[in-house]
């Protein structure tokens, strides 16, 4: 990407947008039903990660793009790279979400840069979101966004590696239905989690791709449960595509009041990492 073009997308720093929704049990007995005892008990009525579910952009499917994705140039810079993935984030707990509850999302476009990457060019967007319940400011996140050109999977060699039982909490081995379901509750109509001919063909990942937030979903309430509190800091990042078929083997380094917590397949890679504090 040249520099013109970077500056092309400089218009984008700064644009804001708001959107409010409501927090309904409906909502939360299907985000329950989906990922069942993975999510950490002492939540109470709203559990952790549900925020992922809310404001979401309710857009029609003529203003979808060919991946599934709204076209570019709205909220969203207009990055002229074929694929775009959850790169990771970070989020602060400060106060609860509740139930009925309307919850106000205000986003604004933080940074856009460019990097060179072994893959390529990749453009970065980074974007603040503030999560509100009325005045109270209840969630503060930090989302990266990364941008890429579509490059053929590299071939791997990986030797099994024995699971470590001093970090390892729990497996569970994700299927079509599970990536549909969470689709669903955020809206989420990005092709390579349900049709595996464009994912495979068109995206060239081996597989279906296990979504960013899922895994994000896992580790924040893995997280918690090892604190047995809400994370006050919960950092996280994308390290590589898991596609199906595959094992998620969900583990914890605790240190005292912090931690860091991954996912892993059963060859020992590593997709996604987060690290985590207390208040």
Request: charged share 20%; glycine share 8%.
């Amino acid at each position: 990407m040249t520099q013109l073009d970077l500056d092309a997308l400089k218009p984008w720093l700064g644009r804001t947008e708001t959107k409010e929704d409501v927090l309904t049990p409906g909502l939360i007995d299907k985000f329950r039903a989906t990922f069942g005892l993975h999510l950490w008990e002492g939540a109470g009525d709203v559990p952790l990660g549900i925020h992922w579910c809310l404001t979401l952009d309710a857009v029609s499917g003529s203003s979808l793009s060919e991946d599934g994705h709204s076209k570019r140039g709205g909220f969203l810079p207009p990055v002229p790279l074929p694929a775009r993935m959850w790169a990771g984030g970070d989020i602060t707990h400060i106060a609860p979400l509740e139930i009925g509850q309307t919850v106000t999302r205000r986003s604004t476009i933080a940074d856009i840069t460019v990097k060179q990457g072994r893959s390529g060019t990749l453009v970065f967007v980074d974007v603040q979101h503030t999560f509100l319940r009325g005045t109270q400011v209840c969630i503060q996140e930090n989302q990266t966004i990364v941008y890429r050109d579509i490059t053929a999977p590299k071939s791997e060699n990986l030797l099994a590696v024995a699971p470590d039982s001093t970090t390892l909490k729990s497996c569970l081995t994700p299927d079509p239905v599970l990536l549909f379901r969470f689709s669903a509750l955020t809206f989420n109509a990005h092709r390579i989690h349900y049709d595996h001919t464009y994912a495979t063909e068109t995206e060239a990942y081996s597989g279906l791709v296990v979504h960013g937030p899922l895994q994000a979903t896992l580790l924040l309430n893995l997280a918690a449960s090892a604190l047995k509190a809400s994370p006050h800091k919960f950092t996280f990042r994308g390290l590589a595509p898991l596609t199906l078929p595959c094992e998620i083997q969900l583990n914890c380094l605790e240190d005292g009041h912090a931690g860091t917590v991954w996912c892993q397949d059963s060859f020992g890679k590593r997709s996604f990492s987060a690290d985590y504090a207390a208040a």
